[in-house]
């Protein structure tokens, strides 16, 4: 019996996912853009590369073949990476850079008498070419930084399946599908600073250094799409800052204002135990507008975050008690 299965991160740059005003510039002039979000399940991988609405797709796919005593006869690698394009707008010209593909990295898989667990690596640089500081003349390179994600598939012999990603470059965004091209998991960091300057080389798995990756479980669909209204064209947000263990909000504070959180990880603690965990797209502190104004979590940041600080006023007190029960749920374990 053949057992076939997979997974897939695709990389994206959200809008907010720079914020030094030297590199977001060529965004908000409009030569470069960002991408709109992913949606949740993937129709047409192909159809997207071809529509430039990701940057990288690392598709792992693995298969083994199992006797009837469930015994592994053999096994190999079926999947592969799709790279994008850089699309630049100069004036009414609009200009394609093609990704420039790496060879995809594919680890001898580790078989055990029960299982089959491949790794494959897949990415490349960017199409466009930038400009980069270094320590010998002429001082400065024209390269272009190196993205990437590494996956995890575990194939068993009853036909279950683990999948993880587990690592990938700083920046853009990693969304993780599994095998029915659902979405299952995000990264919750992403450090365009980090990235764009160090992010060449060695500095990258087809130099033998990978970046650990900061996953967070797949917000709520209300969420998303709440996050959406609130976040709308026109709209003006502040937004704050956060250093990893500083706090956003704390346990009985009043408070009337919503969150939205675009990037990093922050853990909800009620009576100093730990409740939970959240990760970009998250929609925060919905409660106390519903229990009295006074907050019933202290929310503390994990790693650096940048949350938007909205007005929950506009929220409607239904949608408010639906994603405070989802939250419930959630952190229940449910």
């Known amino acids: 019996m053949r057992i076939e299965s997979s997974v897939t991160a695709i990389s994206w740059i959200p809008s907010e996912a720079i914020s030094k005003a030297s590199f977001k510039a060529p965004f908000e002039i409009g030569i470069a853009h960002y991408d709109e979000p992913l949606p949740d399940h993937i129709d047409d991988i192909i159809e997207l590369r071809d529509n430039d609405k990701f940057r990288f797709?690392?598709?792992?796919?693995?298969?083994?073949?199992?006797?009837?005593?469930?015994?592994?006869?053999?096994?190999?690698?079926?999947g592969g990476s799709l790279i994008g394009s850089t699309r630049l707008h100069l004036g009414k010209k609009e200009l394609d850079f093609s990704a420039i593909a790496y060879p995809d990295i594919?680890?001898?898989?580790?078989?055990?008498?029960?299982?089959?667990?491949?790794?494959?690596?897949?990415?490349?640089?960017?199409?466009?070419?930038?400009?980069?500081?270094?320590?010998?003349?002429?001082?400065?390179?024209?390269?272009?930084?190196?993205?990437?994600?590494t996956l995890s598939l575990t194939i068993h012999v009853d036909g279950t399946v683990d999948r993880e990603l587990i690592g990938a470059s700083p920046f853009?965004?990693?969304?993780?599908?599994?095998?029915?091209?659902?979405?299952?998991?995000?990264?919750?960091?992403?450090?365009?600073?980090?990235?764009?300057?160090?992010a060449f080389d060695n500095h990258s798995p087809w130099g033998d250094?990978?970046?650990?990756?900061?996953?967070?479980?797949?917000?709520?669909?209300?969420?998303?799409?709440?996050?959406?209204?609130?976040?709308?064209?026109?709209?003006?947000?502040?937004?704050?800052?956060l250093k990893q263990g500083e706090q956003l909000v704390a346990?009985?504070?009043?408070?009337?204002?919503?969150?939205?959180?675009?990037?990093?990880?922050?853990?909800?603690?009620?009576d100093g135990e730990t409740v939970g965990e959240m990760g970009p797209g998250a929609m925060l502190g919905e409660r106390s507008?519903?229990?009295?104004?006074?907050?019933?979590?202290?929310?503390?940041?994990?790693?650096?975050?940048?949350?938007?600080?909205?007005?929950?006023?506009?929220?409607?007190?239904?949608?408010?008690?639906?994603?405070?029960?989802?939250?419930?749920?959630?952190?229940?374990?449910?």
């Open 57 to 78: 797709a690392n598709v792992l796919r693995a298969w083994i073949n199992v006797n009837d005593a469930n015994e592994i006869l053999d096994y190999g690698y079926s």
């Open 106 to 149: 594919q680890r001898e898989p580790v078989v055990t008498p029960t299982s089959v667990t491949f790794v494959q690596t897949g990415g490349g640089a960017t199409g466009a070419p930038a400009p980069r500081r270094v320590n010998r003349p002429p001082f400065m390179q024209w390269r272009a930084p190196t993205a990437w994600s």
């Open 251 to 270: 346990q009985g504070d009043k408070g009337d204002e919503m969150f939205l959180l675009l990037d990093g990880i922050l853990e909800a603690v009620v």
């Open 209 to 241: 250094e990978d970046s650990p990756a900061f996953v967070t479980t797949v917000e709520t669909a209300l969420e998303r799409e709440l996050s959406k209204t609130l976040m709308r064209e026109g709209a003006k947000p502040k937004y704050k800052k």
């Open 172 to 198: 853009p965004r990693h969304w993780v599908y599994d095998d029915k091209n659902d979405l299952t998991a995000k990264t919750g960091l992403i450090d365009f600073t980090e990235w764009f300057r160090h």
């Open 289 to 334: 507008l519903i229990e009295g104004g006074n907050r019933t979590a202290t929310l503390r940041a994990m790693t650096k975050a940048r949350v938007a600080v909205l007005d929950g006023s506009n929220v409607a007190p239904e949608v408010l008690s639906e994603l405070a029960e989802g939250h419930k749920r959630e952190n229940a374990g449910e």
